[in-house]
């Protein structure tokens, strides 16, 4: 007996939380159809910029045109800066628009850089655009961009 | 994470541009990978290097997935004087491995 009252009272429960599951889904759908999602990239880029607006092409990111094989893609980035204590290059962000993740690497540089350039061998999942974000030590952003056309993606997709 | 490699020029002077080249065997896994049964092969990456100068910070990578398997890395340092380099490669759970190199400064 105590099983076959036991059994309703948990149906009712069951339902009530589907149907506010149901409620919440369809304004949860309706929200995500008003606008259309962000890309990552964009949201990264925010998230490094701030309010502030990167200067365009102060940076230099040496690519190939074509990369035959997106496993290993050879990227040089490089800014011209006196690198002394009060004028340098803080870092720079190397970001990937079309990859799974789209932040690759970030490269922090200091007085005794000398020279604010970093190479290193990225992995490409398809055609995409590679962007360069520097942060100056007085606050500001330079930005740099390249197209590299992928024949064999990386990222093992 | 073994068999680091740095390049070094031979000789510098104080006050020299020099270019310094890494390179190290690690597999990179990205974490976005499965193997034939369907699973997903965890993240596995070298996810940060480092460079000191006679106790001075030089250059410094944070590494993500995007960044190829045997990660490569060059950069540049004018040269304070006579020291020893640091080398830090930092893995995915925290294994370190550490190499030290003096320059040889004329």
Same mark, same amino acid.
């Given at each position: 007996?105590?099983?076959?009252?036991?059994?309703?009272?948990?149906?009712?429960?069951?339902?009530?939380?589907?149907?506010?599951?149901?409620?919440?889904?369809?304004?949860?759908?309706?929200?995500?159809?008003?606008?259309?999602?962000?890309?990552?990239?964009?949201?990264?880029?925010?998230?490094?910029?701030?309010?502030?607006?990167?200067?365009?092409?102060?940076?230099?990111?040496?690519?190939?045109?074509?990369?035959?094989?997106?496993?290993?893609?050879?990227?040089?980035?490089?800014?011209?800066?006196?690198?002394?204590?009060?004028?340098?290059?803080?870092?720079?962000?190397?970001?990937?628009?079309?990859?799974?993740?789209?932040?690759?690497?970030?490269?922090?540089?200091?007085?005794?850089?000398?020279?604010?350039?970093?190479?290193?061998?990225?992995?490409?999942?398809?055609?995409?655009?590679?962007?360069?974000?520097?942060?100056?030590?007085?606050?500001?952003?330079?930005?740099?961009?390249?197209?590299?056309?992928?024949?064999?993606?990386?990222?093992?997709? | 994470?073994?068999?680091?490699?740095?390049?070094?020029?031979?000789?510098?002077?104080?006050?020299?541009?020099?270019?310094?080249?890494?390179?190290?065997?690690?597999?990179?896994?990205?974490?976005?990978? #499965?193997?034939?049964?369907?699973?997903? !092969?965890?993240? @596995?990456?070298?996810? /940060? %290097?480092?460079?000191?100068?006679? &106790?001075?910070?030089?250059? #410094?990578?944070?590494?993500?997935?995007? !960044?190829?398997? @045997?990660?490569?890395? /060059? %950069?540049?340092?004018?040269?304070? &004087?006579?020291?020893?380099?640091?080398?830090?490669?930092?893995?995915?759970?925290?294994?370190?491995?550490?190499?030290?190199?003096?320059?040889?400064?004329?």
């Amino acid at each position: 007996m105590t099983e076959a009252n036991a059994t309703p009272r948990l149906d009712r429960r069951q339902f009530a939380t589907g149907a506010a599951g149901l409620v919440l889904f369809a304004l949860s759908a309706g929200r995500v159809g008003a606008q259309v999602p962000e890309p990552a990239w964009q949201q990264l880029l925010k998230n490094l910029v701030g309010d502030s607006k990167p200067i365009e092409g102060k940076l230099t990111l040496e690519l190939p045109e074509i990369a035959e094989n997106g496993n290993t893609v050879p990227l040089t980035v490089s800014v011209e800066s006196p690198m002394t204590a009060n004028d340098y290059v803080k870092a720079i962000h190397v970001i990937a628009t079309e990859n799974p993740q789209p932040g690759v690497a970030t490269f922090r540089f200091g007085p005794l850089s000398g020279k604010a350039s970093a190479a290193t061998r990225m992995r490409l999942a398809r055609t995409q655009e590679v962007i360069g974000l520097a942060e100056l030590s007085d606050g500001k952003f330079l930005l740099g961009r390249r197209t590299v056309k992928v024949t064999i993606g990386g990222c093992g997709g | 994470m073994n068999k680091p490699r740095v390049k070094l020029p031979d000789a510098a002077k104080a006050g020299d541009l020099i270019e310094i080249k890494t390179l190290i065997s690690h597999v990179m896994e990205t974490g976005q990978r #499965k193997d034939p049964d369907g699973k997903v !092969i965890p993240r @596995n990456i070298i996810n /940060s %290097f480092s460079a000191t100068f006679a &106790g001075n910070e030089v250059f #410094k990578a944070d590494l993500q997935p995007g !960044i190829s398997a @045997n990660p490569y890395l /060059s %950069f540049f340092m004018r040269v304070p &004087g006579p020291g020893e380099f640091e080398f830090t490669w930092v893995e995915d759970g925290g294994n370190k491995l550490v190499e030290k190199i003096k320059l040889n400064v004329t």
